[in-house]
Every structure is written in structure tokens, then in C-alpha cells.
């Protein structure tokens, strides 16, 4: 209900969709064909001028959290993120830039297995610190229909709970993957990240990517997993991926 009368506080909206419609919690999934997730609405109007505020988004705006500010910057434009930890975990969904002015975290720990997902056209992260621990096996995720996403100058580390969604024992610094050779990742560009004390894998390219550019990385302390009766631990891996450019990084202690 759009007028005000009926609206909570929490609003349930589509990964990638728009963000003026509301569901409730229940039926969020069976409306939406992507995943959902929740974001705030103060005084219950239903009008995203009216999500909690508390943080600074370019100098204008104020936000309760991370996401809410994500939500709220229009496509094309640039959030910058002043410091601080943000205790969430976070939906990149439409084609900003989200960039730390200095010292942000993004702290997912306890609360989700991934720190940040990416799905989007045009979307960049940067700048960064995303710990995490054995609760998480993710720190960035780069989803099937993204193109020329960029990820840069993160500092990834702490990742070591195997992959909750497939027999594989890696976790991940960085995970792009695609569903198949019609729905993959395209031109996605990693550069300038620091990725450390993960289970087995800095940098992975699952199932199917097209066009993506590895650069300029220290990938390094890699912790080994047992695969196939094997210690594993290894800075880049893919499989069934096009087009890979990998190029300037600086690997040790794998």
C-alpha cells in the first residue's frame, strides 16, 4: 500500500528489482524471481526519501545503514562511503559505484556466509577491508548476469567455511561463476585487491565466464583444503571460462 496507511518499517524488495515495490516477508520469494532481501523504511511511507538515516552519502543524504544507502543512490551515480564498520552484509543490484572514502569495513561476520554480493550492469566496489571467518565462505560475489562489473582495491581476508551450496571444500576471496554458456559473467575486472588467509581459493572463476580480467592482485597465505585426497590452495582457479586475461599480480605461499 503506497500511501502510507498500511506500510512497516521493513520492507522485503527483489535482488536487481525495483525497489518502490513491497512484499512481505512470506511472500517475498514467490514474487520475485531473485533473491530478497530487507531494507528499512523510517515513518512506514513506503518512499525511499523516508529509509532511516544515520550515514553520509555524498555529503546530502543520511542512512541507518550500508544497504539503505545502496538502495537509494540513483543508477550511474557514485555512493561514497565515509569510514566506519558496517555490521551487514550487502546487495550491489544496479550499476553505481560504491566507493570507501577511507577505513570502511564492511563486517559480515555472524550474520551471513558472504559479505558482499554484486549483480549488476556496471557496478564497482572499492576500497574496502572484508574480514571474515569460519562462518563465511565468501568475502565478494559476482553473480551470473553481471557485465563489466570491477572490484578494486579491496583488502579480503579470513574466509574458511566450505562452499555451503556444492561438495567443493574452497572458500573465496573473490567467487564469480555462471549458470551457463548463455548466462555468465562478462567482463568482470578484479584489480589492485589484497586476498589472504582463505580456504583454498584467492580468486575463483566457477562454471562458465567470459572476459575477465585479473590484474595487479597480492594474492598470498592461501590456508590448504583437502580435494580429492590432496592439499589444495591455489590463487586463481576457473573452469569453462573464455577470454581470461591474468596479468602484473603477485602470488606467495600457495
Not at 512497516?8 to 525497489?19: A, I, M, P, T, Y
Not at 552519502?57 to 551515480?77: K, R, V
Not at 558472504?114 to 571467518?133: C, H, K, M, N, Y
Not at 582457479?237 to 606467495?252: C, H, L, R, T
Request: with cysteine.
Amino acid at each position: 500500500d503506497h500511501d502510507g496507511e498500511d506500510c512497516e518499517d521493513e520492507r522485503w524488495v527483489c535482488d536487481g528489482g525495483d525497489n518502490s515495490l513491497w512484499h512481505e516477508e512470506e511472500h517475498c520469494n514467490e514474487q520475485c524471481d531473485n533473491p530478497c532481501f530487507m531494507v528499512n523504511d523510517c515513518d512506514g511511507s513506503c518512499l525511499d526519501e523516508n529509509l532511516c538515516e544515520d550515514f553520509e552519502e555524498e555529503g546530502e543524504y543520511d542512512y541507518e545503514t550500508l544497504q539503505a544507502a545502496i538502495d537509494a543512490t540513483p543508477e550511474g551515480e557514485t555512493l561514497v562511503v565515509p569510514a566506519g564498520t558496517y555490521f551487514e552484509s550487502i546487495i550491489v543490484y544496479k550499476g553505481i559505484s560504491v566507493v570507501c572514502e577511507s577505513d570502511c569495513v564492511i563486517d559480515a561476520r555472524g550474520l551471513d556466509g558472504r559479505a558482499v554480493v554484486i549483480s549488476a550492469i556496471g557496478a564497482l566496489l572499492d576500497g574496502f577491508e572484508i574480514p571474515g571467518d569460519d562462518s563465511m565462505y565468501a568475502g565478494v560475489i559476482v553473480t551470473p548476469d553481471c557485465v563489466d562489473v570491477v572490484v578494486s582495491n579491496n583488502e579480503i581476508y579470513g574466509m574458511t567455511l566450505s562452499n555451503p551450496s556444492n561438495t567443493s571444500p574452497l572458500s573465496y576471496g573473490i567467487l564469480t561463476y555462471g549458470n551457463s554458456s548463455d548466462e555468465m559473467p562478462t567482463n568482470s575486472i578484479f584489480s589492485g585487491n589484497e586476498i589472504y588467509h582463505i580456504g583454498g581459493s584467492g580468486i575463483s572463476l566457477g562454471d562458465y565466464t567470459n572476459g575477465t580480467t585479473i590484474i595487479g592482485n597480492h594474492i598470498h597465505d592461501i590456508f590448504p583444503v583437502d580435494f580429492l585426497g590432496e592439499a589444495l590452495s591455489v590463487g586463481v582457479q576457473s573452469n569453462f571460462a573464455m577470454g581470461i586475461v591474468i596479468q602484473d599480480n603477485n602470488f606467495g605461499n600457495m
